[in-house]
């Protein structure tokens, strides 16, 4: 059964930090895996796919990377602002995809202080 | 403006009542999606859609309905057989199975 792991479960940091939020999967049989933005009471923005073939993908100051053999993708960000203080949440697609469900890691809330 | 909407916001149920969510969307996606939001628990996918008129149940089926009649419309019903109804409702739809996932801005479900 995959599951998806992101830890740490919260992170503060001050304004103009760089930094990283992990995500882990137990099944490396994955066809994408999706990075989203959650801001309090609202849905999910979709940041950032990445194909199973790819090793990384960017927008901006977001960079998201894949190792597939070893389970973990990575979400970069830099130069953080207040304005990226939100919850982060990695999900990923099944090789035999039911439908396209998504499985999602519990997030990682991120803080950053002016 | 292209995007999902999800109706209403805030939604209360008294004991035994089936309430309705509703979700539309108007990008011409094939595939839409309901998950759940709990506290701690992530989300986890209630029922999805691939074509009108089929569905499948997803993980945590138990104690919901949905139907798909039109391509841009895919109501989920929350039974009385639903124990714990008590979370945020997320609606996705997506342009494939295999496409990025769109979501709504949620409904949160409230039992008086």
């Known amino acids: 059964k995959q599951e998806v792991t992101q830890i740490p479960a919260a992170l503060s940091v001050p304004e103009g930090e760089n930094l990283v939020l992990n995500c882990s999967f137990t099944?490396?049989?994955?066809?994408?895996l999706q990075w989203f933005r959650q801001d309090p009471g609202k849905g999910l923005t979709s940041l950032l796919l990445?194909?199973?073939?790819?090793r990384e993908q960017t927008s901006g100051r977001l960079n998201a990377s894949l190792d597939k053999s070893s389970g973990r993708s990575t979400l970069y960000i830099a130069a953080s602002q207040p304005g990226d203080s939100a919850t982060y949440l990695c999900?990923?697609?099944?090789?035999?995809?039911?439908?396209?469900?998504?499985?999602f890691g519990q997030g990682t809330e991120l803080s950053v202080k002016p | 403006d292209g995007g999902i909407t999800q109706s209403p916001k805030y939604l209360f149920r008294k004991e035994g009542q089936n309430v309705t969510l509703s979700c539309e969307q108007n990008?011409?996606?094939?595939?839409m999606y309901w998950y759940r939001q709990d506290p701690g628990q992530g989300l986890r996918l209630i029922y999805y859609?691939?074509?009108?008129?089929?569905?499948q149940k997803g993980d945590i089926a138990e104690g919901y309905s949905v139907s798909r009649e039109k391509k841009e419309s895919f109501p989920l019903t929350v039974t009385s057989a639903q124990k714990n109804p008590t979370a945020f409702y997320l609606c996705?739809?997506?342009?494939?199975?295999?496409?990025?996932?769109?979501f709504g801005p949620g409904t949160r479900l409230l039992v008086l």
């Open positions: 996705a739809s997506s342009a494939g199975n295999v496409e990025t996932q769109y």
């Open positions: 099944d490396s049989a994955i066809y994408n």
């Open positions: 990445i194909q199973s073939s790819q």
């Open positions: 999900a990923v697609s099944l090789v035999y995809n039911q439908g396209g469900k998504l499985i």
């Open positions: 990008l011409n996606h094939d595939a």
């Open positions: 859609s691939q074509i009108v008129n089929d569905f």
